[in-house]
């Protein structure tokens, strides 16, 4: 079993940048895919960015290019660089790890807040 626990949120004015930051209780080296997912208020949960095992990523188009994904499987630690951050960013970001299907993760941490003010 590994358990997430999320950190690095904060609030940021636009154009600034967030490193936020998902510390695994076990090793997250076999585990398939992490993942980072957002929900801004009265909006579902959305995708923003994986990283397989491979090191291959993926990032939504809203976030393409200005966020980036890593691991460092040593640390047994998923980070997300957020730069050029825009007030639709604001949201609670959520680390997810051991994709199942579609967007069902195994293992969710608990989530940290990112507010960025225009």
């Known amino acids: 079993q590994v358990q997430l626990v999320d950190s690095g949120g904060g609030l940021v004015q636009a154009g600034g940048s967030l490193r936020l930051s998902c510390a695994a209780s076990?090793?997250?080296?076999?585990?398939?895919?992490m993942a980072w997912f957002r929900q801004a208020p009265g909006k579902e949960r959305e995708f923003v960015a994986h990283?397989?095992?491979?090191?291959?990523?993926y990032y939504a188009a809203s976030v393409k290019g200005r966020f980036t994904i890593d691991r460092d499987n040593a640390k047994n630690t998923v980070y997300l660089q957020m730069n050029s951050l825009k007030p639709e960013d604001t949201a609670v970001y959520y680390c997810?790890?051991?994709?199942?299907?579609?967007?069902?993760?195994?293992?969710w941490g608990q989530g940290t807040q990112v507010t960025v003010s225009s």
């Open positions: 997810a790890g051991e994709l199942l299907s579609g967007s069902e993760y195994k293992y």
């Open positions: 990283i397989r095992r491979t090191g291959l990523t």
């Open positions: 076990g090793s997250i080296f076999s585990v398939n895919v």
